[in-house]
């Protein structure tokens, strides 16, 4: 199993660029989340999906929009950058909703926006 | 709103050394809990679950406690080499799935 994969690991945009930040997992999860995380504010949940077609709003989830046509698949789409979008961007999964399971995470994706 | 704690911020040991990291959190309405391991510019790597209705948890030289009513977690590390060197994040989690994160411990183990 590869796991779960993100690309781009690195990226830079310019102010008002969009973009999409691409997460696949091969383990048959059904639940997918994004996170950022910031120096010295841990990380922060952006958007999660438990399932193909259902989506749901995070913590942090003003500038970014995200859709799940596939259980493999849960791409993040940022839709008019902006600096205070400069992060890195992690993306998780794990088997099911339900607090059961345990969570992994991919190796990131850092995103400088100028 | 469900807050981490993570103390100490950062920890300097030698090694051979058993340590202690602590994390507490405020509703103690959660599933269970996860302690993850960070290296840096890296993903992070989980280390244990922790069931809401489980008392602790071990894998290898590492073993994890959580006391929900008290709203407290403990990771230990037996035998610190420098390998084990990273950050340590704690995340409870809820029905949803959802992880709240502290900002974690940064771990040096010297030679």
């Known amino acids: 199993n590869a796991g779960v994969t993100q690309t781009p690991k690195f990226q830079v945009l310019k102010t008002g660029q969009s973009m999409t930040l691409q997460c696949a997992q091969d383990?048959?999860?059904?639940?997918m989340s994004w996170y950022r995380q910031d120096p010295g504010m841990g990380l922060r949940l952006i958007h999660y999906?438990?399932?193909?077609?259902?989506?749901d709003q995070g913590e942090v989830p003003n500038g970014y929009n995200v859709s799940r046509s596939t259980t493999e698949d849960f791409p993040l789409r940022l839709l008019s950058a902006a600096p205070s979008q400069t992060s890195v961007y992690f993306c998780?999964?794990?088997?099911?909703?339900?607090?059961?399971?345990?969570?992994?995470f991919g190796p990131g994706t850092r995103l400088t926006v100028t | 709103k469900q807050e981490v704690t993570q103390i100490p911020a950062a920890l300097s040991v030698p090694e051979g050394e058993n340590l202690v990291l602590n994390c507490s959190f405020t509703d103690s309405a959660i599933y269970n809990l996860q302690w993850f391991r960070q290296d840096p510019g890296k993903g992070l790597t989980s280390l244990l679950l922790i069931q809401s209705s489980q008392r602790e948890q071990t894998s290898g030289r590492l073993n994890a406690s959580l006391d929900k009513s008290s709203g407290r977690s403990t990771l230990y590390i037996a035998a610190s080499q420098p390998g084990d060197s990273a950050t340590y994040l704690c995340a409870p989690g809820g029905a949803t799935n959802k992880l709240i994160f502290g900002t974690g411990t940064l771990l040096a183990v010297q030679p």
């Open positions: 383990m048959n999860h059904e639940y």
């Open positions: 998780a999964s794990s088997y099911a909703a339900g607090g059961t399971y345990e969570q992994y």
């Open positions: 999906s438990v399932g193909a077609g259902i989506t």
